[in-house]
T-cell receptor, first 111, second 114 residues
Framework: KNEVEQSPQNLTAQEGEFITINCSYS?????LHWLQQHPGGGIVSLFM???GKKKHGRLIATINIQEKHSSLHITASHPRDSAVYIC?????????????FGTGTLLAVQP | EAQVTQNPRYLITVTGKKLTVTCSQN?????MSWYRQDPGLGLRQIYY???????DKGDVPEGYKVSRKEKRNFPLILESPSPNQTSLYFC?????????????FGDGTRLSIL
């Protein structure tokens, strides 16, 4: 079982729809990252959150530490939101600390 | 502007021909790492460096080398590339120990080994 699992793997939506992407993790964490990867490859950091909810424009991220679950919501989706969304959790152990990544959710928003 | 710069962005080459992918960051970050991204597998760490002259293996180091002679640069070296190293590669940097801070990624290098 992967330590970080995302669902769905693929998602197609119509412009304007409300979108939810889920991330579940099995390791204890202090924070969780949401990343966005556009066609063409570049990865940017969207959110880092350790509790509750964060909002940036039409994007909202929530986390429930007890249930080890986070969601990324996109309101009023637009074709420019089409991207791969990746969640990542810190792993503390051994000689180093690192991020463990989910496999990503490919979102396509159609006009 | 805070940046992680990778070069080249795209490379097609042949088995056995040594290549280097460069990575440079302008944020004075101690920690740098290399990842490869393959369909269905997500990002996997190849090597990381916690500071100058300090490097260590990640989860998939076989077939790769790195060096960290200067704080800003962290090149990835494929001494004898093979087709199974065809992948999308990302360099990233962050402050040392700061897993609760945003990670900064390069734009990626798409590597094809024929």
């Amino acid at each position: 079982k992967n330590e970080v699992e995302q669902s769905p793997q693929n998602l197609t939506a119509q412009e304007g729809e409300f979108i939810t992407i889920n991330c579940s993790y099995s390791v204890g964490i202090s924070a969780l990252h949401w990343l966005q990867q556009h066609p063409g490859g570049g990865i940017v950091s969207l959110f880092m959150l350790s509790s509750g909810k964060k909002k940036h424009g039409r994007l909202i991220a929530t986390i429930n530490i007890q249930e080890k679950h986070s969601s990324l919501h996109i309101t009023a989706s637009h074709p420019r939101d089409s991207a791969v969304y990746i969640c990542a959790v810190p792993h503390y152990g051994g000689a180093t600390n690192k991020l463990i990544f989910g496999t990503g959710t490919l979102l396509a928003v159609q006009p | 502007e805070a940046q992680v710069t990778q070069n080249p962005r795209y490379l097609i080459t042949v088995t056995g021909k040594k290549l280097t992918v460069t990575c440079s960051q302008n944020m004075n970050h101690e920690y740098m790492s290399w990842y490869r991204q393959d369909p269905g597998l997500g990002l996997r760490q190849i090597y990381y460096s916690m500071n100058v002259e300090v490097t260590d293996k990640g989860d998939v180091p076989e077939g790769y080398k790195v060096s960290r002679k200067e704080k800003r640069n962290f090149p990835l070296i494929l001494e004898s590339p093979s087709p199974n190293q065809t992948s999308l590669y990302f360099c990233a940097s962050r402050e040392q120990g700061a897993l609760n801070q945003p990670q900064h990624f390069g734009d990626g290098t798409r590597l094809s080994i024929l």
